[in-house]
T-cell receptor
Framework: NAGVTQTPKFQVLKTGQSMTLQCAQD?????MYWYRQDPGMGLRLIYY???????DKGEVPNGYNVSRLNKREFSLRLESAAPSQTSVYFC??????????????FGSGTRLTVV | QKEVEQDPGPLSVPEGAIVSLNCTYS??????FMWYRQYSRKGPELLMY????GNKEDGRFTAQVDKSSKYISLFIRDSQPSDSATYLC?????????????FGAGTRLFVKA
């Protein structure tokens, strides 16, 4: 099925460890996003890439870095994980920036626990 | 105060009931209004979008926007157990706001058979 694929689906890290969350879309979308979802907080934008070759900070970028590897792939890296980064992470893509008309297509999420 | 407020629920209704889900917001510049549905352990999926004020209908779903009251609603008619999910409202200014989309925290809905 066409869509957004995220790996891994689950991960447990120790404080201070690093890891990279992978995301790939096969819909030829220009824009890609990383969100985190926490109870009672809604989805909060971490970083986004309006098009291949560009990345920008979102609402909560501290502690994260991103790479838009090509049009299909957008990765999120935690350099030194902290318990506050325990969350569910969603990658999303859209044809145009913001996805107002066509919406975002989300992946199934990565459940990350930092102990 | 959050830019977008949404009652977290849970909201429990019997099968066949009409469901009303709502969000309020504070930013009068929002022009695009969206509803996403999120099943447990899945990513959100776009259900409906509305530009500016007015109503939009799609099958059993109706989205309403009242910009004067800064209030949006999603109505589900003849609710089914398969409608049990978390419903997220989302809003955006569009180009003037840098295309940022603000999401509500979501309302959990349970439809009992």
């Amino acid at each position: 099925n066409a869509g957004v694929t995220q790996t891994p689906k689950f991960q447990v890290l120790k404080t201070g460890q690093s890891m990279t969350l992978q995301c790939a879309q096969d819909m030829n979308h220009n824009s890609m996003y990383w969100y985190r979802q926490d109870p009672g907080m809604g989805l909060r934008l971490i970083y986004y890439s309006a098009s291949e070759g560009t990345t920008d900070k979102g609402e909560v970028p501290n502690g994260y870095n991103v790479s838009r590897l090509n049009k299909r792939e957008f990765s999120l890296r935690l350099e030194s994980a902290a318990p506050s980064q325990t969350s569910v992470y969603f990658c999303a893509s859209s044809e145009g920036l913001g996805g107002q008309r066509d919406g975002y297509t989300f992946g199934s999420g990565t459940r990350l626990t930092v102990v | 105060q959050k830019e977008v407020e949404q009652d977290p629920g849970p909201l429990s209704v019997p099968e066949g009931a009409i469901v009303s889900l709502n969000c309020t917001y504070s930013n009068s510049a929002f022009q695009y209004f969206m509803w996403y549905r999120q099943y447990s352990r899945k990513g959100p999926e776009l259900l409906m979008y509305t530009y500016s004020s007015g109503n939009k209908e799609d099958g059993r779903f109706t989205a309403q926007v009242d910009k004067s009251s800064k209030y949006i609603s999603l109505f589900i008619r003849d609710s089914q157990p398969s409608d049990s999910a978390t419903y997220l409202c989302a809003m955006s200014e569009g180009r003037t706001g840098g295309f940022k989309t603000i999401f509500g925290a979501g309302t959990r809905l349970f439809v009992k058979a």
